[in-house]
């Protein structure tokens, strides 16, 4: 079974030694960081090389993998400033990551809403959005092949890239070896495709299985909407899924998130019984 993990934000605002004990005493060992877990920017403009050695300690004292890094931001907003913040954000996430032993940073594709990393706006279709964003991409890509980070997008509904297929064409297009994508069949369905929802993985995973670095585990209620649920409460067909990733060679990590602190535990075993 792939490695299970669970995003360090679920747990409460503890000191890190505290909230790694709490992902232990919940049966894992794995999770995916981000930087305000220890009172950092998700996107800090620097980050000490202390700080690294802190967080790097602490995970290796619990036995704790870091299997990814939070690095998302507006990496196509509006205000040219706002979105070279974010760029040089990531760039300190890049050099960051090896300190912390992690190699895989989590980003967005962005968004034309300039108030709203994850809502959707009508120019996030257009070409112009695709041009910032592979410019934006371009800026970073090299950086990242050259470090030994990768660097993994996720389609979103309100993001530029929004399907698999777009997807599939962003990696064709840049063609880089230090970019891959997070898959999250939370994220590609709604409420219409939730009956075929079998199909629909089926050609995410024909279009990306080889370049998937992360699988994202978020339920989604039947209403469409997501993130307040465990697996196994809404709609998700987790065993078709995992049945499906298998049958395709994606051997990746499975993060849990969007769902209640209290609910980690009991929903270790569920995904981990599911055949």
Same mark, same amino acid.
């Given at each position: 079974?792939?490695?299970?993990?669970?995003?360090?934000?679920?747990?409460?605002?503890?000191?890190?030694?505290?909230?790694?004990?709490?992902?232990?005493?919940?049966?894992?060992?794995?999770?995916q960081?981000?930087?305000?877990c220890?009172?950092q920017?998700?996107?800090?403009?620097?980050?000490?090389?202390?700080? =690294?050695?802190q967080?790097?300690?602490?995970?290796?004292?619990?036995?704790?993998?870091?299997?990814?890094?939070?690095?998302?931001?507006?990496?196509?907003?509006?205000?040219?400033?706002?979105?070279?913040?974010?760029?040089?954000?990531?760039?300190?996430?890049?050099?960051a990551?090896?300190?912390?032993?992690?190699?895989?940073?989590?980003?967005?594709?962005?968004? =034309?809403?300039?108030?709203?990393m994850?809502?959707?706006?009508?120019?996030n279709?257009?070409?112009?959005?695709w041009?910032?964003?592979?410019?934006s991409?371009?800026?970073?890509?090299?950086?990242?092949?050259?470090?030994?980070?990768?660097?993994?997008?996720?389609?979103?509904?309100?993001?530029?890239?929004?399907?698999?297929?777009?997807?599939?064409?962003?990696?064709?297009e840049?063609?880089s070896?230090?970019?891959?994508?997070?898959?999250?069949?939370a994220?590609?369905?709604?409420?219409?495709?939730?009956?075929?929802?079998?199909?629909?993985?089926?050609?995410?995973?024909?279009?990306l299985?080889?370049?998937?670095?992360?699988?994202?585990?978020?339920?989604?209620?039947?209403?469409?909407?997501?993130?307040?649920?465990?697996?196994?409460?809404?709609?998700?067909?987790?065993?078709?899924?995992?049945?499906?990733?298998?049958?395709?060679?994606?051997?990746?990590?499975?993060?849990?998130?969007?769902?209640?602190?209290?609910?980690?535990?009991?929903?270790?075993?569920?995904?981990?019984?599911?055949?």
């Open positions: 079974m792939p490695d299970l993990a669970v995003f360090a934000k679920t747990y409460a605002h503890e000191p890190l030694p505290l909230l790694l004990q709490s992902v232990r005493a919940d049966g894992l060992s794995h999770v960081f981000n930087l305000s220890v009172g920017p998700t996107l800090p403009a620097t980050l000490d090389a202390s700080v =690294c050695d967080i790097r300690t602490a995970h290796h004292d619990a036995a704790i993998t870091m299997v990814a890094l939070s690095a998302t931001g507006n990496i196509i907003h509006p205000d040219a400033a706002q979105r070279q913040q974010v760029l040089n954000g990531i760039h300190t996430l890049i050099d990551a090896p300190l912390l032993d992690c190699r895989l940073l989590t980003i967005s594709t962005g968004t =034309c809403n300039p108030d709203d994850w809502a959707a706006h009508p120019d279709t257009t070409p112009q959005a041009a910032t964003m592979c410019r991409l371009c800026a970073l890509l090299p950086h990242a092949e050259q470090v030994g980070v990768r660097l993994a997008f996720e389609p979103e509904a309100g993001n530029v890239v929004q399907t698999a297929a777009q997807a599939r064409q962003l990696l064709d840049l063609a070896p230090a970019l891959g994508v997070v898959l999250d069949v994220n590609v369905l709604n409420v219409d495709t939730i009956d075929t929802q079998r199909q629909v993985i089926d050609e995410a995973l024909a279009l299985a080889p370049d998937i670095a992360l699988v994202h585990l978020k339920e989604l209620a039947p209403d469409g909407t997501s993130g307040h649920l465990a697996p196994g409460q809404g709609v998700i067909d987790y065993r078709y899924l995992r049945q499906a990733l298998a049958h395709m060679g994606v051997q990746v990590p499975q993060v849990m998130h969007g769902l209640p602190r209290a609910l980690v535990a009991q929903s270790v075993r569920w995904v981990r019984q599911i055949k």
